[in-house]
Structures are given as structure tokens and as C-alpha cells.
Nanobody, 121 residues
Framework: QVKLTETGGGLAQPGESLRLSCAASGNIMEVVKMGWYRQAPGKERELVATITKSSVSNYAGSVAGRFIISRDGAEKMVRLQMNSLKPDDTGVYYC???????????????WGQGTQVTVSS
């Protein structure tokens, strides 16, 4: 099957930077879109940024201009460079991918296990 493995995250002070990475593995035929979502305590999961296989990116208004999403198609990997971090960026960050596998009919949605990002002084 498909697995999304996230690395990065941790603790940062306001204004600092962190980088998240997510690698997709398994019986993958094509990765259509990859992205990041986050969930703060007591809140619903929300979109942070996505990027298509054509490298068209989309950002939440709250992170536009501070975060940069990029992907390595050959490596089936997506990265999120988070700059000028704020306490409101605190949460569990989840990698998401829309993938066409060698066994499924159609594109399916996959999620990583989540990685904690804490921004605090």
C-alpha cells in the first residue's frame, strides 16, 4: 500500500524557521497532488498549502508570504519551509497526498501520521 512518512517539525521561537518533509512510498503510479494541513488544539484541521504535479501551489491566507511548499516529483516528496513562525502556527501538521496506485481504480487520498510544530518563546 501507500505510506506517507513525515520528518521535521519540533519547537521554534517566534520569528524562527522550521522545515517539514514528507515522502510517499508504496505501489504508486502517480502522485497527483501533495500538501500540508494542520490542526491546532480544539480546532478543526485546516489547509496550509498544496502543490500539484505541475508545481502549481496554493496557500492559506494566514501563511502566504511566510511558508513555501515545494516538491520533488522523482522522489515523491513534498517539503514545507516555514519562515517567520508565529505562535498561531502551533499544531500538528499532516502530510496529504492524492495518489493513483497500481492497484486502485482512480485517485485516493492518503495522510501521514502527523508531526508536532510548537512555536513559543
Amino acid at each position: 500500500q501507500v505510506k506517507l512518512t513525515e520528518t521535521g517539525g519540533g519547537l521554534a521561537q517566534p520569528g524562527e524557521s522550521l522545515r517539514l518533509s514528507c515522502a510517499a512510498s508504496g505501489n504508486i503510479m502517480e502522485v497527483v497532488k501533495m500538501g500540508w494541513y494542520r490542526q491546532a488544539p480544539g480546532k478543526e484541521r485546516e489547509l496550509v498549502a498544496t502543490i500539484t504535479k505541475s508545481s502549481v501551489s496554493n496557500y492559506a491566507g494566514s501563511v502566504a508570504g511566510r511558508f513555501i511548499i515545494s516538491r520533488d516529483g522523482a522522489e515523491k516528496m513534498v517539503r514545507l519551509q516555514m519562515n517567520s513562525l508565529k505562535p498561531d502556527d502551533t499544531g500538528v501538521y499532516y502530510c496529504n497526498a492524492e495518489i493513483l496506485t497500481t492497484t486502485n481504480i482512480g485517485v485516493a487520498d492518503y495522510w501521514g501520521q502527523g508531526t508536532q510544530v510548537t512555536v513559543s518563546s
